[in-house]
């Protein structure tokens, strides 16, 4: 399916199992992603008790409201004996049916291996990326590895549903100890932040198109160089490998939590 210019948007019956699928929030101020596994199902990674990171602002409770946890009686009608985040409300990573999943917003389509032309004509990131999507059968295996193992502790800024479903779709990882993954979304708002703020490009130029040409460029570059289909400090790491050098992190968290904070 070709991706398109000015939306995403998808309809249900055009849905394959391993897609990376998303649905915006908030009146478009940000996107819930996941992995759509078949059968009107789709594996996410949500904030809920006992595995949020919080950002410590009101960021906390306005995503928390619009969230798929939040799901409460009234809602549209769903598989609700299905849906994790009711069943399992203390896992991170829960699968859902499609309409909890969308919680009464639209359907779009993320895509891979974009073209750098079509990539930068999306105005906004977290829709679409340079890399790379690795078979079907391969994505739906390691959303539900994940399902069962878990993802770590949910954080804003550094392990989102974003980069759970970019990790599904592709196996990469940044090669760092400050980031499981890369979001698109948040990688805009840092290229619009450095474009405006940092870039020394800004004083090349006092009138007003010259200006907007300037921070246009840097923005386009700052999000070009963050994606993971082009980042150099990216590696491909297997679902089983990841689960098992995460382990022993949170043990020995816990066991020094402990030490420091005995009961």
């Known amino acids: 399916m070709p991706a398109g210019l000015l939306s995403n948007r998808v309809d249900r019956e055009d849905l394959a199992a391993g897609d990376h699928i998303y649905s915006w929030r908030a009146a478009y101020l ?50 609700r004996q299905r849906c994790g985040h009711l069943v399992r409300p203390d896992d991170g990573v829960v699968m859902s049916c499609l309409d909890c999943f969308l919680h009464g917003g639209g359907l779009y389509l993320f895509h891979y291996a974009v073209s750098p032309a079509l990539f930068l004509a999306k105005a906004r990131g977290g829709t679409c990326t340079l890399a790379a999507s690795d078979p079907g059968h391969v994505v739906v295996h390691r959303a539900r590895y994940l399902l069962d193992k878990g993802f770590g502790a949910y954080s ?50 006092t009138s007003a198109p010259g200006l907007a040409i300037v921070t246009t460029g840097m923005y386009c570059a700052g999000r070009y160089v963050s994606d993971m289909g082009v980042r150099r400090d990216v590696v491909k790491v297997p679902v089983q490998t990841l689960v098992a050098q995460a382990t022993p992190a949170a043990t020995e968290e816990a066991a020094c939590s402990l030490t420091n904070h005995p009961l």
């Not at 596994?37 to 904030?47: N, P």
């Not at 550094?158 to 979001?183: M, W």
């Open 30 to 79: 940000y996107a819930h992603h996941g992995i759509y596994v078949g059968d009107e199902m789709v594996i996410h990674f949500t904030r809920a008790a006992g595995h949020e990171i919080g950002t410590g602002t009101f960021l906390d409770s306005f995503l928390f409201s619009s969230s798929t946890s939040s799901a409460v009686a009234g809602d549209p009608p769903c598989q």
């Open 156 to 205: 804003l800024f550094k392990n989102n549903c974003e980069d759970f479903a970019i990790y599904c779709k592709t196996g990469l990882l940044v090669e760092t100890a400050f980031s499981v993954g890369r979001s698109g979304q948040l990688a805009s708002l840092t290229a619009a932040f450095s474009a405006v703020a940092s870039s020394p490009l800004r004083f090349l130029t």
